[in-house]
């Protein structure tokens, strides 16, 4: 059988372990693996070609994706996917493996069920906010990146008695931002899905840390949507209001790259393989995952359920540990 990689949406640290893993299993299984190039738009190009083992060397510790990414637009046009479909059935291609968010995942449940294509999983986007796994490929390594980078601004922030607001990534996500918060003793967390998710009581807890007598503080903002940015916005706010001497800090991009933790290495070559051994089997729609320490797999079509993913209590956690 011939089966289709894809990396798509969002790159994320680890996608290439999966990579280098759904290959070079499905060459130990006597498949032929190939990769497509830059998602969905690379499929409907036909940018495609025979990936051996081989080409997979020295990947394994690289951030991005040696497939390379993209966004596609006229994917959710049903003309298009049937072109797609085409493609792949032009150059006999039988199953797909594709790595990338719930986005990408709702790209693969529609050629599976419009067009048969056997379609195989594989949870990488930094945001961790997929329904049904505890992990995602890239968040343990963004996270890590966003603490070490926090570490240093807290140094500056004691020795100046600032205030800093450092927003991480996450549109409609607060997975990162709260997880970060924690992992580096922040004194707040804004992110989405919290109750306390206003400025107003961002004002209370800071005035609240002051009177502890802490003189820095550090904010840890989701990025959201505003324009131009969510900590910028509370910033320009906050100085307004209150003249403070703060800083903004937007970690912005460093936080997709760099090299994949040994967490991110380890469940991408372990989601690559059983992605691959699943195809191999028969088996037709589904997706990987982790839950509480194990490899699971759910229906594609759970990706069409509504599906909060909310960083549950550990918003709270942050403003506990921060007296
Ligand atoms: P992610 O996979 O990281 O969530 P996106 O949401 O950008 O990233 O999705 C990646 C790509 O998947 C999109 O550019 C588009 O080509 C395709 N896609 C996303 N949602 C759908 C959908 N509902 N139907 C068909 N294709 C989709």
């Known amino acids: ?21 759904a290959v070079r299993q499905a060459d130990s299984l006597g498949h032929e693996a190939w990769g497509i190039y830059r998602g969905y738009q690379g499929l409907l190009d036909g940018d495609m070609e025979p990936l051996p083992s081989r080409a997979c060397a020295n990947i394994l510790q690289r951030g991005g994706t040696m497939l390379r990414t993209a966004r596609c637009k006229a994917f959710h ?5 049937a072109k797609a479909a085409e493609k792949l059935k032009a150059a006999g291609i039988e199953a797909l493996v594709v790595i990338g968010g719930d986005g990408s995942f709702r790209a693969a449940e529609t050629l599976l069920r419009e067009h048969g294509v056997a379609c195989a999983g ?11 796994t505890d992990r995602t490929l890239g968040f343990d390594t963004a996270l890590n990146t966003a603490v070490e980078a926090i570490d240093r601004i807290r ?20 997975m990162l931002a709260v997880h970060t918060a924690i992992a580096c003793g922040a004194e707040a967390v804004l992110y989405p899905e919290s109750p306390d998710d206003s400025y107003e009581a961002l004002v ?9 007598g802490k003189r820095s503080s550090i904010v840890v903002v989701a990025e959201g949507d505003a ?14 209001d209150h003249e403070l001497d703060l800083r903004v800090v937007v970690l912005g991009h460093v936080q997709r790259g760099g090299s994949p933790s040994a967490l991110d290495r380890i469940w991408g070559s372990r989601w690559g393989s059983e992605a691959v051994r699943r195809l191999d089997r028969g088996e037709r729609g589904f997706y990987l995952g982790e839950v509480a320490g ?7 079509s759970r990706i069409l ?16 540990l921060a007296r």
């Open 294 to 300: 194990a490899l699971v797999a759910q229906p594609l």
């Open 227 to 240: 324009v131009g940015g969510r900590a910028m916005a509370v910033g320009e706010r906050l100085k307004r």
């Open 305 to 320: 359920e509504p599906q909060p993913v909310p960083p549950g209590d550990l918003g709270r956690l942050v403003a506990v």
């Open 77 to 81: 046009d049903p003309d298009v996917r």
């Open 122 to 132: 594989i949870p990488g986007t930094i945001d961790n906010d997929l329904p049904g």
């Open 204 to 212: 209370t807890q800071l005035e609240e840390n002051w009177k502890r």
């Open 155 to 174: 140094d500056t922030a004691s020795s100046h008695g600032r205030l800093f607001l450092v927003e991480v990534m996450g549109r409609a996500s607060g």
């Open 1 to 21: 059988m011939k089966i289709g990689v894809l990396t798509s949406g969002g790159d994320a640290p680890g996608m290439n372990a999966a990579i280098r893993a």
